[in-house]
């Protein structure tokens, strides 16, 4: 999906795979994740093994906001949202702490709306 605008990075994090190539792609290293695998019966003879995602982390201390992230994903997982509203608020409400630049997923999952509606008003 093309979105021009690069504000902060929205994560779905149903869609995620945990498949690393984010991961291995991003030029500054500041993604992390960490999944684990369960069976599930999916009505198949055999139980299938899925990743579970556990962590997913972006630094934005070190993102350099490329892009090549939200484009190497195979599963539409990553998306920009337009505006930066939670780094903002991070920023006017924060110490100025290194860690808070360090977003997990209930924050990258907080801008998925944003970055949705965004989408859907760029395609109309
Ligand atoms: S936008 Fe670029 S630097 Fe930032 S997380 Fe994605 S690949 Fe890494
Ligand atoms: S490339 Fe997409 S599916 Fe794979 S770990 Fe990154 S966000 Fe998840």
């Given amino acids: 999906m093309e979105n021009p605008l690069r504000a902060e990075l929205a994560l779905d994090a149903s ?3 945990s498949c690393m190539i984010c991961v291995r792609e991003c030029p500054t290293w500041c993604i992390t994740v960490d999944a684990h695998q369960e069976e599930r019966e999916e009505g198949g003879r055999r139980p299938i093994k899925v990743n579970i995602l556990d962590k997913f982390e ?3 201390g ?10 190497a994903c195979p599963h539409d ?3 920009w949202a337009p505006d930066a509203e939670n780094v903002l608020k991070e920023g006017a409400s924060g110490n100025g ?3 808070n630049l360090v977003y997990q997923i209930a ?4 801008a ?13």
Avoid: W
């Avoid at 070190?62 to 484009?71: A, Q, R």
């Avoid at 924050?107 to 907080?110: D, Q, T, V």
């Avoid at 998925?112 to 109309?124: D, M, N, T, W």
């Fill in 15 to 17: 869609a995620c795979t």
């Fill in 58 to 60: 972006v630094d934005y």
């Fill in 62 to 71: 070190l993102c350099m906001f490329c892009g090549i992230c939200v484009d």
């Fill in 77 to 79: 997982a990553l998306f």
């Fill in 97 to 99: 702490a290194r860690q």
């Fill in 107 to 110: 924050g990258l999952e907080g």
């Fill in 112 to 124: 998925l709306p944003r970055a949705v509606r965004s989408a859907k008003k760029e395609q109309s």
